[in-house]
């Protein structure tokens, strides 16, 4: 999981191909997709990755995608979990 983390905020600036730009530095580029939909994406900071709520979605996504993901992470799970997952790892109360 340290090594995918690493590859994805591995430059001051991610291009993930959509042209939308880069992300910001600490910031990793993640497109939420649920079965054959284009997906949402999301920009979000390295430390919430590292909340343990995001653990499962990590898992999910190696074994979807594999470990060696580029530019940005896809995460193969409903939208709104994606959001309530975030929502915990952002929280105040999570940081203590």
């Known amino acids: 999981m340290r090594e995918l983390m690493r590859r994805l905020s591995f430059s001051d600036r991610v291009s993930d191909g959509s042209g939308s730009g880069g ?3 600490g910031c ?3 497109l939420v997709c649920d079965g054959g939909e ?7 900071r390295v ?4 909340h343990p709520s ?3 979605l990590l898992e999910m996504a190696a074994q979807e995608f594999g470990y060696k993901q580029e530019g940005v992470l896809r995460v193969p799970c409903d939208v709104r979990h ?3 997952v975030l929502a915990a ?3 105040p109360r999570s940081r203590n």
């Open 89 to 91: 790892a952002s929280s």
């Open 54 to 56: 995001f653990a499962a």
């Open 38 to 44: 284009e997906g949402e994406r999301f920009v979000v």
């Open 47 to 50: 430390e919430a990755l590292r």
């Open 23 to 25: 992300v910001p530095r």
């Open 82 to 84: 994606f959001k309530d």
């Open 28 to 30: 990793v580029p993640v």
